[in-house]
């Protein structure tokens, strides 16, 4: 499997990636729906037309489907057989049932092709029923009140030499997807919609089963409504480009996923923008991976076999197509996660949260369940954790466990128990009135937990409890109001330092590198990296040990 290093050049990097957004989602001057990430300098702008789902039907192109013939009334296209070949610009309109052909657009290098799917059907038997081979755009409109469905063969027909179309609905370049009606994509040989430049979607209620990746855009994904019912054999989202710093992005501006994923939930080899919407990734590898992953907004909940969010690769053997692995480096300071706002909850086998570079907490909430061996943390970095705001309860073992950096500004305390408290057992931080300020219950096993709150205050001594009841109302193990009942006094807590590690007596813990079987502490220092769990020279595995079970990644497919 090759592995490619990515460098971006931070913030010249992330200038140049702002105006590629602009030229790359955008075709015109006008724009009803902008978004930005202040901290990447990304700007998404989609123009009027990937937006607009309606079109002008007097002047739009016929085409009729029925069996394997196809009828045309209008100009633009031409049929032969069950292939509809679209030659000029213009918007195509297209209803019935095509159960074996394609419909192929070969047009002007600067047209812009709409094709209306009207409650339409297409299946193809060697191929993908949508190829567009050339166009600057192609937009494909799912017709109000219309259900419509793709289906392309388990296996393709190629020329000799060619390894194109590879999904259901396939674009050499830039593809839309707009409109307000249902389409339902099958991808049974490799991908279910893939765009070789920029995917847009900006509506639709889009259910996709693909055999590798459901949605890929080689240079990036931009997403801002729609509902998504995604199962992928690869992964749910994934932007590949690995040859310019400026693409291979994904941004998530609004729409409802449900996502089932062999490998990444949703991934991008360069940036991953999160400002709107409702993530739900019930089944992945990783859950959110990319050089950088910035959260702006919206909420996400992910269930991962590995790491729920990744910054640069790890130990994952899902880093493939030029995606960052073992040769990122923590001096790069490119490979960061930053959570500015939203609403994150994560069970992960593996780490909860994995930067293989630096973590920025500012808002938001933040909940972690899990890891519940000791090779993997809850909290993972390797250049600095900074929290200045938002609400973090992160919970897992304690073999690999890392507090919160001391260049925070907002309070946090990290407990390590003496023994593995069993998954439910409630977590109370009361302030001196014997008010929970948090009370959480992790899901899974834990033995170690990370809080913070813009309530807590340095200085202040709090009171820390295990067990008993909680009155209040429950999300997600977390509980809001109420009172707590029946639980079993620890320690009091005196939070002397901005950072504050204590084993649950309430003794001190000392600042201590992560490690097996040692206690976490700020971070490792600058320059190393456990991305990949290697152990240290000298205490490498005996000839023809195999790493346990459950950190040996799965083959992946591409």
Known sequence: MNRIRIKLLSLLAAALLASSVLTGCSNDTSSSSSTSDTANNIQVEYSSEDIDGTWDDSAATKVSLSGN?????????????????????????????????????????????????????????????????????????????TNNKIEDAASYDYAEGADEPDAAVFSQNNLTINGSGSLTVKG????????????????????????????????????????????????????????????????????????????????ATTSLVVNSGTIDIFKCYEGLEGSNVTVNGGSIKIKADDDGLNAAGGNDGSSVDGRPSENASSDDSTYFIRINSGYVTVDAAGDGIDA????????????????????????????????????????????????????????????????????????????????????????????????????????????????????????????????????????????????????????????????PGGMGGQGRPEGSHDGNRKPPEGMEPPDGMQPPEDMTPPAQEQ
Request: glycine share 14%; charged share 20%; proline share 2%.
């Open 188 to 267: 049974n040989f490799n991908n279910g919609i893939c765009s070789k430049d920029d995917l847009v979607i900006t509506g639709g209620n889009i259910a996709i089963t693909s055999a590798n990746d459901a949605l890929r855009g080689r240079d990036s994904i931009a997403i801002n409504g729609g509902t998504f019912a995604i199962t992928a054999g690869g992964d749910g989202l994934q932007s590949n480009n690995d040859e310019d710093v400026e693409k291979g992005w994904i941004s998530i501006d609004g729409g409802v996923f449900k996502i089932t994923a062999e490998s990444d939930g949703i991934q």
């Open 69 to 145: 013939s196809i009828a045309v009334d209008g100009s633009g296209a031409s049929a032969s057989g069950g292939t509809l070949t679209i030659k000029s610009a213009g918007t195509y309109v297209l209803s019935g049932t095509l159960t074996d052909g394609q419909i192929v657009v070969d047009s002007g290098q600067e047209d812009t092709v709409k094709i209306v799917l009207n409650g339409a059907e297409l299946k193809s038997s060697n191929s993908a029923p949508i190829y567009s081979k050339q166009s600057k755009k192609t937009i494909v409109t799912l017709a109000k009140g």
């Open 356 to 515: 293989n570079g630096s973590l920025y907490f500012s808002g938001g909430t933040v909940l972690v369940n899990g890891p519940t061996n000791n090779g993997n943390g809850a909290l993972d970095y390797d250049r600095t954790c900074e929290v200045t705001g938002g609400t973090l309860v992160i919970a897992g073992s304690s073999g690999m466990a890392q507090a919160p950096g001391d260049t925070s500004s907002q309070s946090s305390l990290t407990v390590y128990y003496s023994t593995v408290q069993k998954a439910g057992t409630l977590v109370t931080l009361s302030d001196d009135s014997g008010k929970p300020l948090l009370s959480f219950a992790p899901s899974k096993d834990y033995q170690s937990i990370v809080i913070s709150s813009p309530e807590l205050e340095q200085g202040k001594t709090y009171t820390l409890s295990s067990g008993g009841t909680n009155s209040g109302k429950l999300k997600d193990g977390l509980y809001t109001g109420g009172t707590v009942s029946g639980a079993t006094k620890l320690a009091d807590i005196k939070l002397s330092n901005i950072v504050t590690r204590i084993s649950d007596d309430g003794s001190e813990v000392a600042e201590r590198m992560g490690g």
